[in-house]
């Protein structure tokens, strides 16, 4: 009895782990409003991986709340017509498409009415990394800020300043409001040259300085760091927060924040989806 016991669990962890789609809401939503599929890796940087799953789990518990479906998948094969032709969102939560089928699928999908939130890494490019900038489209005509060119750290809150208040996704902040600690990005590309980006939210100077370090370029002391916007060309929306903090310096790899535990940051998450989704 033991042994087929054993089995039978086997099999089903088995079925488990060939399934790469995740339905996320415990119940379905009947006759949903939208429908949205959230692609991620899950592998590289634990602050990352930490994000990916916190998100998982939140936008899956507010899905019936906001009358959407939520699907997730870490198949990146997924990424092609008749897959994202099931969904009015797409999100990315860490990473982007590498092969050039997956990434001619989503550009189709985007010049032809998709819609897309992204966060954090899913901007990062860097050559030569692992993630080089070998994507024109992606980085510098859809998102718009070409290369990473640094980072702030250790991870920190940040005070943010709404730029545009009219906006669907930032009409219900503050003028400014405290982010969840995040590692924070700053690009090769200057935002606010580029007609077509709409800056929403940047750091606010209050912020000054911003990091730790120890490194002395992880500290900002000034300047102007674009942290949400949107392009008019298409309809998205880039959200730079997506890194929790974990002990790395105990060693004890133990998770020290959560970036969905601040409401005002969800509000605009919330409001962003939905705008998205209409």
């Not at 994000?51 to 936008?59: G, I, K, P, S």
């Not at 219900?172 to 007609?195: G, H, V």
């Not at 800056?199 to 002395?216: M, N």
């Not at 959560?258 to 998450?269: C, G, R, S, V, Y």
Request: net charge neutral.
């Amino acid at each position: 009895m033991k042994s087929l016991k054993f089995i039978c669990i086997s099999l089903f962890l088995f079925s488990l782990s060939c399934n790469t789609i995740e339905s996320s809401a415990k119940e379905p939503v009947k006759d949903p409003k939208f429908k949205v599929v959230a692609f991620y890796t899950g592998k590289n940087d634990r602050a990352h991986v930490s994000f990916v799953h916190e998100a998982n789990r939140w936008f899956s518990r507010i899905a019936p709340e906001y009358g959407f479906t939520y699907d997730s998948t870490n198949n990146w094969n997924n990424m092609n017509d008749s897959f994202l032709s099931g969904y009015d969102v797409v999100v990315f939560l860490d990473t982007r498409p590498d092969s050039s089928f997956q990434r001619a699928a989503f550009r189709k999908y985007m010049e032809n009415g998709g819609a897309w939130m992204g966060f954090h890494f899913c901007a990062f490019a860097l050559s030569p990394s692992a993630y080089p900038q070998n994507w024109d489209w992606y980085h510098n005509q859809f998102i718009g800020a070409g290369q990473y060119s640094g980072n702030t750290w250790a991870p920190t809150k940040a005070i943010l300043r709404v730029e545009q208040k009219k906006h669907p996704a930032t009409k219900n902040l503050p003028e400014t409001f405290t982010a969840s600690p995040n590692e924070w990005y700053k690009w090769e590309k200057d935002l606010r040259l580029n007609p077509d980006i709409e800056i929403l939210v940047s750091i606010d100077s209050s912020s000054f300085p911003l990091g730790t370090g120890p490194k002395l370029h992880e500290i900002w002391h000034s300047g102007y760091y674009p942290m949400v916007w949107t392009n008019s060309k298409y309809k998205m929306l880039y959200i730079n927060m997506g890194h929790n903090v974990i002990d790395y310096e105990n060693k004890t790899n133990r998770e020290l924040s959560f970036t969905f535990e601040n409401e005002i940051q969800n509000k605009l998450i919330t409001d962003g989806l939905i705008w998205l989704g209409k």
